[in-house]
């Protein structure tokens, strides 16, 4: 018997293994947008301003931590199973509130004992996850096999005859 978990995703399509990556990257901005909403006080909900500083707070990590965020790129397209993929992330998150503790306060962001360990952890959940997801997008964009094996797409062992 074959060991099956519930992140296998060898038996779908290249198209649909890059379909779940679109939804899961509509959930993370659909996420953000909320907690920049709820945690912002963003009332009465605008979703475009709302969508707004969502961006812009996104951007501001970006632009703060892009050789962070290209090290979480490459590292998941080097990873060859989607369980190990999403295994980098909680890690990633405890090393982006290590980097924040150390060069945070350097780079215009509150200290970490202003903020307290769960916002930061809060702070860089969805941040960390985006570059994670399309490093995970990018190794199924340029994977070997295209289209899983079926028994549609396996050759008959008999011959027809004409």
């Not at 899961?24 to 947008?33: D, E, F, G, R």
């Not at 996850?129 to 994977?143: C, D, K, Q, T, V």
Request: positive net charge; aromatic residues 8%; glycine residues 8%.
């Amino acid at each position: 018997m074959g060991r099956h978990t519930v992140m296998e995703t060898k038996g779908l399509s290249k198209a649909m293994r890059l379909m779940l990556h679109l939804l899961v990257l509509i959930a993370l901005v659909a996420a953000s947008i909320g907690l920049a909403t709820f945690l912002g006080g963003l009332w009465p909900f605008d979703l475009r301003f709302s969508a707004l500083i969502a961006a812009s707070g996104l951007a501001v990590q970006a632009i703060a931590w892009w050789p962070a965020a290209l090290a979480f790129v490459v590292i998941a397209a080097l990873l060859p199973r989607t369980g190990l993929r999403l295994a980098v992330w909680p890690l990633a998150v405890l090393g982006m509130a290590v980097l924040h503790a150390v060069f945070g306060p350097d780079l215009g962001f509150a200290p970490l004992g202003v903020l307290g360990l769960a916002d930061v952890l809060e702070l860089y959940a969805i941040p960390t996850a985006l570059p994670i997801l399309a490093g995970s997008a990018l190794r199924e964009a340029f994977s070997g096999n295209p289209e899983p094996r079926s028994a549609a797409h396996m050759p008959s062992p008999e011959r027809s005859s004409p």
